[in-house]
């Protein structure tokens, strides 16, 4: 589950809301600086000035930095311009929060990589291609891709996504779509929250939820 | 920031850690060990050519001074300067431009501490590459000014190199590895910490750059004057 609880932040006087295990929730926000701050405030990297924000049942500032980062390794961030490391190729991108936190190196977690590629449509020579290019050579939609399957590579148990279908043509989101159904198909408890500014792309998501900003509040 | 990320150097028992560590040290120390090389042995051609106009052919003297200018201060300032000129300038930018990019905030929200995975290898590989080119720059230095001395000078070239192994104790020794690790870790630190505080604007990288350049300099010459106030006086 992720919630908010009375959250006030710089640019929100009440964030409350929650997106339960298995539900899929969207937030449309009025700016793309506000729907910056919201995802940041709740991935833990601006801690709101009051209220309470929980994944999973746990608090994300309480704790201090340390439980925060270890919180994170069971959500997954799908960043809209993909949160690419630059210095590191597509596979090494997708693989290191594995590597990092379970220690499996990169060749060991291709073959479950391209699997998920290919429930993007990305297959055989395309998909190998892909893995080994750098992010500054990648398109809105691959750099999107990448933080998709990044993210799920460690099957967490709330993904929080920025914009995933905002802009792209309907292919390229479809593809992202049928990515993202495909894991929650296998994990049928994660709680998924997409954050957007526009509104018409949010239907790629298919929310069982959605909830608009008016003014400085979002609230059922 | 160095207190914290000598704290987390355990960090390197993790795989992607340690492969940042691995490309880090590829880059400032094998690629520049060619460059450091070739300007140790011209330092020590110069150095041996300029003991002998001044003082003539005394093979127990060129021993002393390549000793005491090679080893005990020129090795490990200028192998210290190289690494600042090459790495230094690569080090902040990247950091810088990590920052700015959203990299850093990306690392957080995969829950991979930032101090972990870019600071603590980076001081780490840096400092063990200062600390190897060193050891290159004064062991090129004293083979290329013998060589001069005893190809140009005539100075017989075993009897010098008896000579610098005797002037040469322990203590040189120890000093100029306590001044590369020092350099190594002054150089990283600033660095790091010039490139971590950049924030959303692109048009602070080269700031940072330049003052992590700056402040490494400074750093350096100061610790330089410090270690060699200690030891030798």
Redesign the interface.
Known sequence: MIECRGVRTEGFDDLTFSAGPGEVTALITSSDDERRELIETLLGLCPPRSGEVLIMGEDVYRGGEAATLRLMERVGAVWSGGGAISNLNVCENITLPLWYHRGAPPAAAEEGVLAMLAEAGLRDGPAREFLLSRPGELAEHDLRLLSLARAILMEPGALVCESVFEGLAPGPAGALARMLDGYLAGHAGCAVLHISSDEASLAFARPGMTLRQRGREIRP | MLRDALGRMGALR????REVFR?QVYFTGIQAVGVTAAVGAAIGVVTITQVANIVGVNAVLTGRVLVWIVVRELGPLLAAIFVVARSSTAVAA?LA??NV???V?????????PMS?LIAPRIAAVTLSVFILTFYFQVAAVFGGLSIASLVLRAPFLAQLRNIFSALGLFEIGVSIAKGLVFGVVIAASACHHGMRVRTSITEVPQVTTAAVMQSLLLIVAADAAITLVSFV
């Open positions: 993790r795989g992607p850690v490309r990247e431009s990590m990019g959203g990299e905030r990306a690392l957080r929200a995969m829950g991979i501490d995975y």
